[in-house]
């Protein structure tokens, strides 16, 4: 009878904790994310139109709806081992299934390991991760795809545009991996006193390459924010100093068609992080839309709330430059209003050859110019 609630207990430690102000689904009602849903395993989590809950019968813990929320709505303690090898502060992870290892470093599933975490421990000084993983295929957390190595992939495409040190990966054995984890032996006694397949000062990447882990220097890469509230700061850090080059990527950056794109604002008025914003004039005119891509935590709203599909947003980018807007007066009910200006003609000739005013609002152009009690101000 206690051994059955110690281990309910430690379920109910396993559980994420829901940290609903930052949900998308707590502050826009047209958000269609569910990410949280589709990661999960276990079907644990629920949406449906009244609230998104979690099952805790369902839920074994294994922290794959954490890795992909956009917002950080969720968390869970995912502590790593760290040692230091070959020079490098170095974290240690292990899953659960992995073997007979517990203790420090072991988390309940690889993939768990979200970008944002990644990140963390990178401004924090770790650049390099020792791992130790089960059969991801006879797993019944598997999805069908490697995530924790596309984040890592994703992670240092980011970096490498911004001219940073990637953060390197390698794959061990059990043995290996707790040696490194309960030891922490000095590299150089490794390699004086292992034999030449071993992994010591000099061979330790090489023999992960021999491995086939991740070709033991992993280069590719994702940047999230470290604070989904506060994106900004977490970009500072890594942000070359001076003028940034146009290659530098962006983990989410929204792109607008201008072809599609009526100039409601609804974007600009839903976006809580500010990476898409309207530029007027000191006058109030609207000049253009602006992306602000290093804000971006790529929920998704601003695609659900636009209703002409002139929204997408898409995941290593560089920020694309501002939108121009034109303005007018609308000759049937007087409003102002903006919209996109259009891309220049495909022959190459001027922006403004051909591009005549706009004439209606977005309104009265669908309602046939005449003026309805809802236009009246």
């Not at 004086?192 to 890469?221: I, M, N, T, W």
Request: contains cysteine; charged residues 20%; aromatic residues 6%.
């Amino acid at each position: 009878m206690s051994s059955g609630w110690f281990r309910q207990l430690r379920q109910e430690w396993r559980i994420p904790e829901v940290l609903t102000g930052r949900c998308v689904h707590t502050h826009c009602e047209v958000a269609q994310c569910t990410r949280c849903v589709d990661a999960c395993p276990q079907d644990a989590w629920q949406l449906d139109d009244e609230s998104l809950k979690i099952d805790t019968g369902r839920c074994d813990g294994c922290g794959l709806c954490v890795a992909v929320c956009p917002e950080q709505a969720l968390f869970q303690v995912l502590e790593p081992a760290k040692a230091q090898v070959e020079g490098h502060k170095t974290l240690l992870f292990a899953c659960q299934p992995s073997g007979p290892v517990t203790g420090k470093g072991v988390v309940p599933c690889l993939h768990a390991l979200g970008l944002p975490l990644l990140l963390d421990h990178y401004r924090n000084g770790c650049q390099q991760i020792l791992s130790l993983c089960g059969d991801c295929l006879a797993c019944p957390r598997y999805r069908g795809r490697d995530f924790f190595r596309q984040r890592l992939a994703d992670l240092n495409r980011l970096l490498a545009s911004r001219g940073a040190p990637v953060m390197r990966h390698a794959r061990l054995s059990l043995s290996q991996w707790q040696t490194y984890r309960d030891h922490r032996p000095d590299p150089v006694r490794i390699a004086a006193a292992s034999p030449p397949d071993q992994a010591g000062r000099r061979g330790f990447f090489r023999q992960a390459a021999r491995l086939a882990v991740e070709q033991a220097l992993e280069s590719a890469a994702t940047l999230a924010p470290g604070d989904a509230m506060d994106c900004a700061p977490a970009w500072a850090a890594l942000l070359p100093v001076g003028p940034v080059p146009e290659q530098v990527l962006y983990p989410y950056v929204p792109l607008i068609d201008p072809a599609r794109c009526n100039g409601c604002d609804a974007c600009v008025q839903l976006c809580r992080h500010q990476a898409l914003e309207r530029v007027d004039t000191a006058d109030g005119v609207p000049v253009a839309y602006r992306v602000q891509a290093q804000n971006c935590s790529g929920c998704g709203v601003c695609v659900d709330a636009c209703d002409q599909q002139a929204l997408q947003v898409r995941m290593l980018q560089p920020s694309p430059p501002e939108l121009p807007l034109q303005a007018g007066r609308c000759r049937a009910c007087g409003s102002h209003f903006h919209v996109p200006l259009p891309p220049p003609p495909a022959d190459g000739a001027g922006v403004d050859a051909g591009v005549s005013a706009p004439v209606y609002c977005r309104i009265c152009a669908r309602t046939d110019h005449h003026r309805q009690l809802f236009q009246v101000y």
